[in-house]
């Protein structure tokens, strides 16, 4: 069964740097991390201390609230590190890897006969559970719910990210074996959007929901996604699922081993050979760095994520846990003279026709991290709507998040969004106001207000 | 040393924790006018647009200039020709320019010395938003209000209409328009009448200074314009707002690069000609049987519509609102030209009443918009 959606709000920033089609296994890490950030509004609880030995699969740390979401070593080795923050709070988790690896054997037999709670009881105990994320408030879902509905993006649509057919290309079958156990686990449909006019394998999986959508950016959130397709309602759970996560679902029900590897696209600018590399979640950066030939002498943005919602990061620190793009760009901290005046620096593309950016629509731009001004009070409106596919004011929800109207949040809409959604209205606020940052606050206000 | 080193050295003073920080947010903005800061982005998106409020601003004063220029030409050649002497072009930009320069002059005086006052008293930085309304105000007054005046207007506007309600971005009425209405309303002789339109009008007893829409709420019949002089604006009127077609060139650009809203411009106009042309329908007075296009390219409209009502603090802020906003700017400036006699323009206190209303219509319309996400919901139980 297909459907299509038609998007019309959005953007397509055009950036040098997009990956080639070319898969490329990368050096085995030296060291990979666990990052709590990585797992909002978790709290950890420690199960080993520092020196201790791990194989590939041994949980690391449970959360406190659920004690039955484990987080587990990707790889064997001895803890490095455990870093601690303020009030003792854990920053990272460092592990040494070892040069022989071992891993952690479930045992699994005839999977696909798995009832739901079955499924459950695996992927709660082998690390896989982090896997799956809800909506509302872009977090990791709670095992004792049943979602109503259960999405996975195959597209990506940022600026210069991973392509995910690429990405699954390789991983057919763990991808349909994932997609057979998810569909389990929720009583209504699992959906699944694809990029229009795309011939994938995709297309003939039986029992799931098959969406197609316009590749506009933010198309491939899969908040705009569930928005067109079945809207989170207040009280209601809707589960996602990143499209290499469910083959890493299916890959360990297949051989009973958690391993969670990425397929990683190396991109921006200054990246000598923006590509694909093959590797472990949390792996360290600097091989990597290394090997696509970036200049790291330079005074470069590393970024988890892509340039719009990734995480910024240090070239000595590690990949997160879920992101398949690492983006890199120039820092831009400096000074432009008159770089105010309308048409004065066309280098820098703008939404308004207010850079000569507009007459060449195809034209791939070089853009640093300079925030292009300064921070302002809202007073153009109507811009937000034109980078914001769905049926909410976003301008308003902005405003009652940093009021912390919780009722006014819940009526306009804050169930339906994640900070990744408000990535346009940050790019292009003639204010710049920081949208995702305030949804993020604004959504951490509901949990804890509401839950 | 560059440019760039000098300001360092003259700004170190006003750093964090040194002797004048208070004043640094004055500092910044003559700097921040030099340089596009070095500022980078520390949360969400790594990577912005070029555009900031610097930009948009400029960008609706680029728009205002083909105005601004007809209007000096315009105030120097009613003048001039009414005086029945031979002059050039340049002696009409010159009269013109004796005249305005000074206003405009005053309104950014007065205007900047309260924005940097408050930005230094509250910590904030210096916003834009006064770039435009400094601007517009002494476009829109009559020529020949004295400074004092001006400079009153402008201390009430941003003060009371901006300010007290928390600075840019809060207020709730268009600050140029309540320069405009207070002076309207304090110095009515100055504001309106047959006497003040028209450079000198009241020194000398040979120019006469009447609007055409002062002339039909006068009942006059014989109207000394024809249709194209309304369009291009050699027209008494307030100093910037004769010129339909140079609104338009300006129109054009807010338009064109994304600025100003097309929504409400093209609204204002859609609810204004229907309601000209209902009443050209009726035709119980002069105003009422003015032609409806005529109403559109006259008096303060075209102005009022491109620059005052898409200001958009002030306006409704919702797409549909915007359309609603529109139609019932244009519909109340006409319905207030028709009725009353004592305005014969109505467009700024249109423009005013829906600012007042604005926050009203976008009420409706996400109230709306929330009845429609709560209904799903219910549906939803239902089946």
Redesign the interface.
């Known amino acids: 069964m297909s459907n299509d959606i038609r998007i019309k709000n959005g953007l397509t920033?055009n950036?040098k740097g997009a990956p080639e089609n070319i898969v490329k296994k990368a050096p085995f890490p030296k060291s990979v991390s666990l990052n709590p950030y990585d797992f909002h509004s978790i709290t950890p609880k420690m199960l080993v201390k520092v020196g201790d030995k791990v194989k590939r699969g041994d949980a690391v740390f449970f959360s406190k609230n659920n004690p039955e979401i484990k987080f587990c070593s990707p790889v064997s080795g001895k803890i490095l590190d455990i870093a601690r923050g303020a009030k003792r709070r854990i920053l990272e988790i460092v592990i040494n890897c070892d040069a022989k690896q071992q891993a952690v054997k479930h045992k699994i037999s005839d999977f696909s006969n798995f009832s739901g709670d079955e499924i459950k009881e695996n992927m709660l105990k082998s690390g896989c559970w982090p896997f799956l994320k809800q909506r509302p408030y872009d977090i990791i879902a709670n095992p004792n719910d049943v979602p109503k509905a259960i999405f996975v993006s195959a597209l990506n649509t940022a600026?210069i990210s991973a392509d995910l057919e690429i990405i699954l290309n390789e991983q057919k079958e763990e991808f349909k074996t994932g997609i057979s156990l998810l569909k389990k686990l929720t009583n209504g449909d699992l959906n699944i959007c694809l990029e229009k006019n795309h011939n994938s394998f995709i297309n003939n999986i039986e029992g799931v929901k098959v969406h197609h959508i316009n590749d506009l950016h933010p198309a491939g959130n899969v908040g705009v996604q569930i928005h067109h397709i079945d809207?989170v309602?207040?009280?209601e759970r809707v589960w996602v699922v990143g499209a290499e996560d469910v083959a890493l679902i299916g890959k360990f029900f297949i051989t009973g081993e958690y391993n969670p590897t990425r397929t990683i696209a190396v991109s921006g600018p200054p990246v000598k050979y923006p590509q694909y590399y093959k590797t472990i979640a949390g792996s360290s950066l600097s091989e990597i760095i290394q090997d696509a030939g970036i200049d790291s002498s330079e005074d470069l943005?590393y970024?988890n994520g892509d340039?719009?919602?990734?995480r910024?990061v240090e070239k000595d620190n590690y990949l997160g846990f879920y992101n398949n793009t690492f983006?890199v760009?120039r820092?831009?901290?400096?000074?432009?003279?008159?770089?105010?005046?309308?048409f004065v620096?066309n280098s820098?593309?703008?939404?308004?026709?207010?850079?000569f950016?507009w007459l060449f629509p195809k034209k791939k731009y070089d853009?640093?991290?300079?925030?292009?001004?300064?921070e302002?009070?809202?007073?153009?409106?109507?811009?937000m709507?034109e980078v914001f596919p769905m049926?909410?004011?976003p301008?308003?929800l902005l405003k009652e998040c940093m009021a912390g109207n919780i009722e006014k949040m819940e009526?306009?809409?804050i169930y339906e969004v994640a900070?990744e959604d408000?990535?346009?209205i940050?790019?292009?606020?003639?204010?710049?106001i920081?949208?995702?940052?305030i949804i993020r606050e604004g959504l951490d206000l509901m949990i804890s207000e509401v839950g | 040393m560059n440019i760039r080193q000098i300001l360092d050295t003259i700004k170190k003073p006003f750093a964090k924790g040194e002797k004048f920080e208070k004043f640094a947010p004055a500092v910044n903005a003559f700097d921040t006018f030099l340089f596009v800061p070095n500022h980078t982005t520390k949360h969400g998106a790594h990577i912005r647009d070029a555009v900031d409020l610097k930009r948009t601003m400029i960008t609706v004063i680029i728009a205002l200039l083909p105005a601004l220029i007809y209007g000096i030409y315009n105030t120097g050649f009613q003048y001039l020709s009414q005086l029945d002497s031979d002059f050039t072009t340049l002696e009409a930009i010159l009269h013109g320019s004796y005249k305005i320069v000074p206003m405009i002059a005053v309104s950014y005086i007065v205007g900047l010395t309260i924005e940097f006052a408050f930005a230094i008293f509250r910590g904030h930085e210096v916003n834009e938003g006064y770039l435009v309304t400094g601007l517009l105000i002494p476009m829109i007054m009559p020529v020949d209000i004295p400074l004092w005046m001006v400079g009153l207007s402008v201390a009430f506007a941003v003060l009371i209409g901006k300010e007290a309600f928390g600075g840019t971005g809060m207020n709730i009425l268009n600050p140029a328009l309540t320069a405009r209405a207070f002076a309207f309303f304090a110095y009515p002789t100055y504001m309106s009448g047959n006497k003040v339109w028209v450079s000198e009008a009241s020194n000398i007893d040979g120019v006469s200074g009447e609007t055409i829409l002062g002339m039909l709420a006068a009942g006059e019949t014989n109207i000394p314009f024809d249709v194209p002089q309304m369009f291009y604006g050699a027209i008494p009127g307030s100093i910037a707002e004769t010129s339909t077609l140079m609104v338009l060139i300006g129109a054009a650009v807010l338009i064109y690069t994304g600025v100003g809203s097309w929504r409400i411009m093209l609204g204002s106009v859609i609810g204004a000609a229907a309601t000209g042309f209902l009443f050209n329908l009726w035709g119980a007075n002069e105003l009422m049987s003015f032609n409806w296009f005529n109403h559109l390219i006259v008096g303060g409209f075209a102005f009022g519509v491109v620059f005052m009502a898409t200001d958009p603090v002030s306006a409704a802020q919702t797409t549909k609102g915007k359309w609603i906003y529109g139609i019932l700017v244009g519909l109340f400036c006409i319905l207030i030209r028709v009725f009353n006699p004592a305005y014969p323009e109505g467009v700024m206190l249109a423009i005013l009443l829906m600012n007042v209303f604005a926050p009203t219509i976008d009420h409706y319309v996400i109230e709306a918009n929330i009845k429609k996400r709560l209904s799903r919901k219910t549906n939803l139980n239902v089946a």
């Open positions: 920033i950036l600026p809207p309602n207040s009280g943005r970024i340039v719009l919602t990734g910024s983006s760009l820092e831009g901290n400096q000074y432009r003279m008159f770089g105010w005046i309308p620096n820098v593309p703008s939404k308004y026709k207010t850079s950016s853009l640093d991290t300079n925030l292009n001004g300064e302002r009070a809202f007073v153009v409106t109507g811009e709507e049926d909410i004011f301008m308003q009526n306009l809409g900070p408000f990535a346009l940050d790019y292009s606020s003639s204010s710049k920081e949208a995702q940052k």
